[in-house]
């Protein structure tokens, strides 16, 4: 990529993890109360459950994450600890089969934990 076309998806990508970050910050209090299924979407949901019946911004959420996130690979930035990572950790860990997984509640106060410490 030219070194413009870099310097314009970056800022483009930066906006793009702030206003993740910003939806994160506002519905992560609420999913750490209420166990909402933030973590469940089309690509992780380990119970088959109809798109209909998740949570309405996790598809959303999802696809922000992960565009962010191979929008970083795509332009050489680090993918590990970023806001799009550690939302796409929290939902592996919510469908994975491990028996000692966090619930909801306790994956959505530990990235709120994170993300709120972010500088």
Not at 16 to 27: G, H, I, Q
Not at 90 to 101: F, G, I, P, V
Request: neutral net charge; contains cysteine.
């Amino acid at each position: 990529m030219k070194r413009d076309r870099v310097a314009e998806t970056e800022t483009s990508l930066r906006a793009a993890e702030a206003r993740l970050k910003d939806v994160l910050l506002a519905v992560l209090p609420e999913v750490a109360v209420s166990g909402a299924s933030l973590f469940t979407n089309h690509a992780h949901n380990p119970h088959g459950l109809p798109i209909a019946k998740l949570w309405p911004q996790a598809e959303a959420l999802y696809s922000d994450a992960l565009a962010c996130l191979e929008t970083r690979a795509a332009i050489g930035l680090p993918t590990g600890n970023s806001t799009s990572q550690l939302f796409l950790a929290a939902c592996e860990e919510a469908a994975s089969s491990n028996e000692h997984r966090r619930g909801p509640r306790k994956l959505a106060a530990s990235l709120l934990e994170r993300l709120s410490h972010e500088g």
